[in-house]
């Protein structure tokens, strides 16, 4: 349940309603939000005259959803803003390697007119004896692309131990798949400004999913973008499986936008042009996608991005469907 109190609403009154209905206090924009379980259903008629309106819920996607406010959420990155008739096109590398490697990404992305650069500094391997990330050098180099180039940087939090240097450095905190349970990391999120970008964890379900988000939601920052990377099935020949009829849901029922990440599903070069025009066609509010100057020597998911001739390719083709369903590209 969601209980927006009277703005007159007393600190020791608002305290005490917050105990009575297990709820925790949410500063949403300009009132004061009670969130608790969805299982509880019914006020108080003597608390009546400190709300202002309350909402129900079947399930505890409940900041997230539709009913609670009708709209895609607004969230800005750089002049970019969600939920509007603008997709945005969120490339780079998987890792930062080095800054001639960010500077061949930089000269792509301006060359394409898009905004964003995106790559990992902090990289959740699933081995530890692969490439981990380049650490705070790799911040620094994305910082120095943003000041040169005007960028918004996309960049991802692996564990709590650097959350908040990626928080002061990035744009757009991206948490990954693996670190979507990470509730440690959720709940530092929940307490910055910065739009955070939570991928879906692999083997998670859709309902998992938006409530690893309302933690970061009912933390205190309103700012949650969603994507899909694929999920795990029992299909072995592309890396994942991405769930198109997910985000179908996702959009129907929350007000989050959504970003969907051809790469990191199908995990090969082959099939991300594909892909990403079916995802464009899913008239999302972004895609994320993987290059590399030169994919066969790259440090992390080699297989999976595209050289820039390729990306160029791509967009191209891109450009016309996102017309055909009313938006575009930046
Ligand atoms: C990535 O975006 O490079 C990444 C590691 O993705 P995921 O968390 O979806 O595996
Ligand atoms: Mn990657």
């Not at 009708?70 to 096109?89: A, H, M, Q, V, Y």
């Not at 892909?275 to 066609?281: E, G, I, K, P």
């Amino acid at each position: 349940m969601i209980i927006e109190v009277r703005k007159n609403i007393e600190a020791s009154e608002l305290e005490a309603m917050a105990m009575k209905y297990k709820a925790i206090v949410v500063e949403d924009y300009d009132r004061k939000l009670l969130v608790g379980s969805s299982s509880a259903k019914t006020i108080d008629t003597k608390d009546e005259r400190h709300i202002e309106k309350h909402w129900v819920f079947d399930n505890d996607m409940q900041l997230s959803s539709r009913k609670f406010m009708p709209n895609t959420r607004n969230i800005s990155i750089g002049n970019f803003t969600t939920g509007k008739d603008e997709t945005i096109l969120i490339i780079g590398p998987c890792s930062v390697e080095s800054e001639e490697q960010l500077e061949q990404t930089a000269s792509l992305i301006q060359k394409c007119g898009l905004k964003s650069l995106r790559a990992g500094a902090y990289k959740p391997r699933t081995s530890p004896y692969s490439f981990q990330g380049m650490g705070l050098e790799g911040l620094k180099l994305l910082a120095k692309m943003r000041e040169k180039y005007g960028f918004s940087i996309v960049t991802e939090v692996r564990d709590s131990t650097h959350a908040d240097a990626v928080i002061e450095y990035a744009d757009v905190i991206q948490v990954g798949a693996k670190a979507m349970y990470d509730h440690g990391i959720l709940r530092t999120c929940g307490k910055a400004r910065k739009p955070v970008l939570l991928k879906r964890g692999f083997g998670t379900t859709i309902q998992e999913f938006v409530q690893a988000a309302e933690f970061i939601l009912s933390g205190g920052n309103p700012n949650v973008m969603l994507c899909e990377r694929g999920i795990r099935t029992f299909e072995t020949k592309s890396r994942f499986t991405l769930d198109l009829c997910g985000v179908a849901y996702l959009k129907e029922h929350t007000n989050l936008p959504v970003i969907l990440d051809p790469s990191h599903a199908m995990g090969y070069a082959y099939g991300v042009p594909d892909l990403a025009r079916a995802c464009m066609a899913m008239n999302v509010d972004g895609l994320l996608i993987e290059v590399h100057p030169d994919p066969s020597v790259a440090k992390s998911d080699a297989s999976q991005q595209l050289n820039h001739k390729q990306f160029e390719e791509l967009l191209n083709s891109l450009r016309p469907i996102a017309k055909a369903v009313g938006r575009h590209i930046v």
